[in-house]
């Protein structure tokens, strides 16, 4: 027996003290991703990653906005939502402590105002998107103010509308082009 404790005593710790001191993780451990919504610009560019549909995107109750939602209990904590951000928005941290009483506590929910279109005024794209990609172009300082408010009013229409816009009229439209002898080689 004495022989057994003096091997074991040699022998030193052979496990962790977890829960009772930290685990040591590695630098590059994927656990909980944590998402700082003021960072979101509601691009949909996670959701569209997210191989489990642990992300998704969806228009909330009221109908006036757009619904950014994680559910924990689909993660499998590949990191795709980080790799494609555009702006940090979510990033994988060292939490693995995930345990929840309730499911309703896996979920982790933004809602994101919606821009009406100017023209028809149907609900078009995120507003903060619209609002990020204007200032991109701003802080680059290429476009004057003019052109900055010229943009937004382009860029608060929908693609719809900015296509009836752009329509010549039929009279300018020379149907028979590739049957006239100038047309032929
Ligand atoms: S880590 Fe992977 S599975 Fe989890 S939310 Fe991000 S993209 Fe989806
Ligand atoms: S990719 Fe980033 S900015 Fe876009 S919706 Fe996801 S978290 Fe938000």
Not at 13 to 17: H, I, L, P
Not at 72 to 79: M, P, T, V, Y
């Given at each position: 027996m004495l022989k057994l404790i003096k091997k074991v005593l040699k022998t030193g710790?052979?496990?962790?003290?977890y829960p009772f001191t930290p685990l040591d993780l590695a630098p590059n451990f994927r656990g909980k991703p944590q998402y700082t919504a003021q960072q979101c610009?509601?691009?949909g560019a996670c959701a569209n990653a997210c191989p489990s549909n642990a992300l998704t995107m969806t228009t909330a109750q009221d109908g006036e906005s757009i619904r950014w939602s994680l559910f924990?209990?689909?993660?499998?904590?590949?990191?795709r939502c980080e790799e494609v951000c555009p702006t940090a928005a979510i990033k994988l941290s060292q939490?693995?402590?995930?345990?929840?009483?309730?499911?309703?506590?896996l979920y982790e929910t933004a809602d994101f105002p919606v821009c009406q279109c100017r023209e028809c005024g149907k609900p078009y794209a995120v507003q903060k998107e619209i609002d990020f990609a204007l200032s991109l172009l701003q802080e680059n300082g290429a476009l004057s103010d003019r052109q900055i408010a010229d943009r937004r009013a382009q860029y608060e229409t929908c693609p719809a509308c900015k296509k009836l816009h752009c329509l010549s009229s039929?009279?300018?439209?020379?149907?028979?082009r590739h049957m006239t002898t100038e047309a032929q080689p």
């Open positions: 710790k052979a496990t962790v003290g610009i509601a691009c924990l209990g689909r993660c499998i904590f590949c990191a939490e693995f402590e995930l345990a929840v009483w309730r499911k309703e506590d039929t009279d300018r439209i020379d149907i028979g």
